[in-house]
T-cell receptor, first 113, second 115 residues
Framework: GENVEQHPSTLSVQEGDSAVIKCTYS??????FPWYKQELGKRPQLIID?????GEKKDQRIAVTLNKTAKHFSLHITETQPEDSAVYFC????????????FGKGTKLSVKP | DSGVTQTPKHLITATGQRVTLRCSPR?????VYWYQQSLDQGLQFLIQ???????AKGNILERFSAQQFPDLHSELNLSSLELGDSALYFC??????????????FGEGSRLTVL
């Protein structure tokens, strides 16, 4: 089945710097790649997603890129703020999987003021 | 507030016991997913139901079972509990039918502690 690897497991940046989190997936049939943010003690929430027919998607300070050939996708956060501190999970899903997502193990992002 | 309700929020029990976790999906959502979150293990997919029927199974132990009722709420039953079952159990729902995958809306989770 699908396997999603995520790196790094922890990331510390200064406020205002950029942060990049990378994920690789194993199943070339996967076509949906969301990113979820989980603040401490809270539920995961979708922040951005990308489908396999698109190479890049932006939403304000957040962007996701997808390289289907290499089977990896990345989350880019620019001008980081302390409130960006959280655990970020990437995930992958493929057609016929009934929508269930296979998640990476998460990246704990700390933004230092 | 995601609209997904999970009860109980916290549960402490002993090894060998059985517990039931309950989930009410967002109004109108037909799919319910159960995920287990352990320390350093991310979100492990357990099982999915769609409109009362099991649709997909992940890494769910035989000691665990689930069902979705006609009113679309779902229950996850965990039996013969072991220390390693201690985790945060999330329920999520989506509108998804047989079409394109979309956003999962997570509940606040049920934290299970097995002593």
């Amino acid at each position: 089945g699908e396997n999603v690897e995520q790196h790094p497991s922890t990331l510390s940046v200064q406020e205002g710097d950029s942060a990049v989190i990378k994920c690789t997936y194993s199943d070339s049939a996967s076509n949906y790649f969301p990113w979820y943010k989980q603040e401490l003690g809270k539920r995961p929430q979708l922040i951005i997603d990308i489908r396999s027919n698109v190479g890049e998607k932006k939403d304000q300070r957040i962007a996701v890129t997808l390289n289907k050939t290499a089977k990896h996708f990345s989350l880019h956060i620019t001008e980081t703020q302390p409130e960006d501190s959280a655990v970020y999970f990437c995930a992958a899903s493929k057609p016929g999987s009934q929508g269930n997502l296979i998640f990476g193990k998460g990246t704990k992002l700390s933004v230092k003021p | 507030d995601s609209g997904v309700t999970q009860t109980p929020k916290h549960l402490i029990t002993a090894t060998g016991q059985r517990v039931t976790l309950r989930c009410s999906p967002r109004s109108g959502d037909l799919s319910v997913y159960w995920y287990q979150q352990s320390l350093d293990q991310g979100l492990q997919f357990l099982i999915q139901y769609y409109n009362g029927e099991e649709r997909a199974k992940g890494n769910i132990l035989e000691r665990f079972s689930a069902q979705q009722f006609p009113d679309l709420h779902s229950e996850l039953n965990l039996s013969s509990l072991e220390l390693g079952d201690s985790a945060l159990y999330f329920c999520a729902s989506s509108v998804k039918t047989s079409g394109v995958t979309g956003e999962l809306f997570f509940g606040e989770g049920s934290r299970l502690t097995v002593l």
